[in-house]
């Protein structure tokens, strides 16, 4: 009996741990190794390969600056030899990131840099020195991370033709998260040291593998919004009649039906293979970055807009509908398979904008999105024609053809044009244009409006159809059209407009409902003043998000906790923490999390990437790895980890005036609602300790 309640508590026990050690975790997503390569008598190449785990990313030795920080080696000056140029690194991969509206060029798997020297001594010598880099996952950053450098070579052979009988020395070390290095020595009977570099497979992540289900889900939607244009939804009935009549069974005819089916699914999914064929990959991957093709792509929608509105039309050469045409007369499988080409070309004028925005979305994503956009609109494009033709009595039921359709391509065009906004951030950043989230937002604004009030009938263009009365799914449109023009307009004050944040600039740091309460000396703003018991420490180069007021010294804040009676949220954060930003820009702008942030907390934000010398007072030794943190984003850096046993960001932790944790920390979670409970569930733990 003693032995089973033993048991039982055990386990209890250890269930109540689970929360703490599943966040517990120091991280080492990057393995460092050191290499050296002799290439003559007076020259040679130091290789720093790092070993990425998948997932994960390592950012480049060039970053623009307000982004991320670069991956920097820094070599230790000596007599012996002096440095040829600068470190090369792999092509790697480059795109946009909106949070910090920049192009960001990362690696993953095995990167190999390459440091060339010239060796000005024939002694044996030692090169040393540190590297510091950067990495992210798709929900957390790590902070800035030193590496101890080190590079043997022996004494210069009398002769090229002794090296090569004598080993070449290969100086290997490795680094863990906290900066503790291991070093061997080996050697190996050959003139040269060679390094191959096998790229790990990359393993699909959750993440990586959701997107794509949603991309398919778009493009499914858009194969049938295709299928609604005028040039396509007229020849739906047309096409099933010509089955049925022309097939000797009705089996015949639905196998007919089902083969053009297949053929349009077959002629569109081969534009996605061939795009990715004639690009490759990495072309797929950065051309999304490029602000002169960002550009194009803008221009393009905006002609797909016109055509949709029509000013013109987009067709195709009619010499080549018309020799597809002329293959339909074979009949059988061939007909059957240019009778779908020819539906192909001839609704190109519909379906271009469609097809084009799936290859320019595609464009940013992996190598296998194209193939997968393509299918998944021509599958839905098809579903229609082969659905009919097994169920022809469902025509019937049809709606007509009539000014309705035409309605629906001028609707899309209004959406695409919109849509089409989004290809003016990079260059918006790249170029310096200065365009404002607010001018974006009234640009939707004003496109939206103009959508609603075509849909009423109170715009018309020249080939419109009069609207004699407004129908039920035309009323729910117009709805949900003012709705959403309802929902942006706070975004012109500072809302943060968080379902569409991805389609704008950056939040500004204007908010007019803040202005007017700090004006009127009321509200939040005014409430923050108080809030803070004296100025904080690195104020004057740090801030909080949103206006928040705050510190960013630990004990400064803690101090301050105890004079007011307030739990402390800890925010590990950092400036090139790019999910840090995402919780700020989704989860703190909700005005519940903002009231809690204000008024019910201390909030000490520890930068883990700030450079900032402190005074020799405040240097520590380190109890993790025993050497001195000297600058502040080290020294917060060193508390994260001998605390909490992390090194990853964002990461909050709530504790009361003496230090104590009251609740399990959080990790980046967008659930705006989960952040809600996290704040109570502290602050009603605080408030039950101290009855």
Known sequence: MLNHMRKFAISG?????????SFSQVLDPVKWSF????????????????????GWHLYSQHLPEGGPLPTVFT?????????????????????????FEMNLKFFDGTVVFKQKIKILTTKAFTITGELEFMCCDDKRCL???????????????????????????????????????????????QETVEVAVIEAPQETTTGESDSMWVFFVVALLAGFAGALTPCVYPMIPMTVTFFMSSSKSKAGAKFNALFYGLSIIVIYTFIGVLVTVLFGSDSIKNISANWITNIIFFL?????????????????????????????????????????????????????????GILVEASSGSILKPTIGMFGFSLAFALPFTILAFFPSMMSKM????????????????????????????????????ITREFFIAIWIVLFTLMGLYLMGKIKFS?????????????????????????????????????????????????????????????????????????????????????LQGYFDYDQALACARQQNKPVLIDF????????KVMERTVWPDPTVMNRLRNDYIIAALYVDERTELPESEWITSTVDGKVKKTLGRKNVDFEISRFNVNAQPYYVLIDTSGEMLIPPRAFDTDVQGFIDFLDKGLETFHSKQK
Not at 75 to 99: H, M, R
Not at 167 to 177: E, F, I, N, Q, R
Not at 306 to 314: P, V
Not at 521 to 547: F, M, Q, R, V
Request: proline content about 6%; hydrophobic content about 45%.
């Open 13 to 21: 026990l250890v269930l109540l741990m689970l929360p703490l050690l």
């Open 35 to 54: 290499k050296t390569e002799r290439t003559s008598q007076d020259e040679a190449t130091l290789m720093l390969i790092a070993k990425v785990d998948n």
């Open 75 to 99: 070599f230790n000056e000596s007599k012996d030899y002096t440095l040829i140029g600068e470190a090369s690194e792999p092509k790697g991969v480059e795109e946009y990131d909106p949070n």
């Open 143 to 189: 902070p800035p991370t030193g590496v101890d450098m080190q590079f043997s070579f022996e004494a210069a052979k009398p002769s090229v033709e002794e090296q090569k009988k004598d080993p070449v020395v290969t100086v290997v070390l490795t680094a863990d998260a906290t900066g503790d290095t291991t070093l061997a020595v080996e050697e190996a009977k």
């Open 300 to 356: 393009l929608f905006t002609a797909f807009a016109a055509s949709f509105f029509g000013l013109f039309e987009i067709v195709l050469p009619s010499k080549l509908t018309n020799k597809s045409d002329q293959q339909v007369d074979k009949g059988g499988l061939i007909g059957t398979f240019f009778m779908a080409l020819t539906l192909v070309l001839v609704s190109f004028s519909c379906t271009a904008p469609f097809i084009g």
């Open 399 to 434: 709606p007509k053809s009539g000014g309705w359709l035409n309605s629906v391509k001028v609707v899309l065009g209004f959406v695409i044009l919109a849509l089409g906004m989004k290809f003016l951030l990079v260059p918006n950043q790249a170029l310096g244009w200065g």
């Open 463 to 547: 080939h419109d159809s009069d609207l004699p009365y407004i129908g039920v799914p035309r009323l729910f449109l117009i709805i949900a059209t003012f709705t959403f023009v309802v929902y942006l307009l706070p975004g012109m004050i500072g809302a943060p407009l968080r379902s569409v944040s991805a389609f704008l600039p950056a939040e500004s740091s204007f908010n007019l409902v803040e202005i007017i309460q700090e004006n009127r000396g009321s509200g939040p703003a005014e409430e923050n003043k108080w809030t803070l018991c004296e100025e904080p420490k690195h104020g004057d180069i740090l801030k909080l998000a949103h206006g």
């Open 573 to 580: 954060t950092g400036h090139g923490c790019v999910n840090c």
